[in-house]
């Protein structure tokens, strides 16, 4: 079954750190990659997307993901987070043979300690 | 431009009730999905509109969840009667073309108790 997998349910870091939340999917052809964010009491906003060309993708909020074929992941990075970045983050796959539909992952609840 | 509005933001009801959450998609959007929630899981799929026509309702896990878009604009899904298992948030999305353009509701969290 195709399915995408977030393995960290909850990540700690400190204010300024650098951070990287993981993403991986599974099936073979290349998909349609996002990350969305969920701050408390707010809808799903959009990072960044991946469609082609270029595997390393800026988002918005300073976000860039980089896209790995060999390793199907999508991993998210920050160099420097902010208190703001507290929220809920969620990757999510268009398989190839599912028209519009997102396939999302559990989630990463990060938290940010000033 | 107005976002994709949901309402109401939250609902609690009793076992056996029945809920409608209404969502208004953002104007000349044609395209509008449901998406939900449940407790400790992943956001699933429950179905995509084309105007007023349902393109993919796979996602709907029984017929006690009907959707409706008359007209082509706002939405309605209504749980009848709601369950236990039916607690959690439920997201509605909608987009012009395909996917490409995405855009979330704030969700409506039900809660049934």
């Known amino acids: 079954a195709q399915s995408v997998t977030q393995p960290d349910i909850h990540i700690t870091v400190s204010e300024g750190a650098s951070l990287e939340l993981r993403c991986n999917y599974s099936?073979?052809?290349?998909?349609?990659l996002f990350w969305y964010v969920q701050s408390p009491g707010q809808g799903l906003q959009l990072l960044l997307k991946y469609f082609s060309g270029d595997t390393l993708v800026q988002g918005i909020k300073g976000f860039e993901a980089e896209f790995k074929r060999s390793q199907s992941s999508f991993n998210l990075r920050k160099p420097s987070v902010h208190l703001s970045d507290d929220a809920e983050y969620f990757c999510a796959v268009v398989f190839n043979n599912a028209g519009n539909m997102l396939t999302f992952g559990g989630g990463t609840r990060l938290m940010v300690k000033p | 431009e107005a976002g994709v509005t949901q309402f109401p933001s939250h609902s609690v009801i009793e076992k056996g009730q029945t809920v409608t959450l209404r969502c208004d998609p953002i104007s000349g959007h044609d395209n509008l999905y449901w998406y939900r929630r449940v407790m400790g899981k992943e956001i699933k799929f429950l179905l995509h509109?084309?105007?007023?026509?349902?393109?993919?309702e796979s996602g709907m896990p029984n017929n006690r969840f009907l959707a409706e878009r008359t007209g082509g604009t706002y939405s309605t899904l209504k749980v009848q009667p709601a369950e236990l298992e039916d607690s959690g948030v439920y997201f509605c999305a909608s987009s012009f073309g395909t996917v490409y353009g995405y855009t979330f509701g704030s969700g409506t969290r039900l809660t049934v108790v």
């Open positions: 509109f084309v105007k007023e026509s349902k393109q993919d």
């Open positions: 099936y073979g052809a290349t998909p349609y």
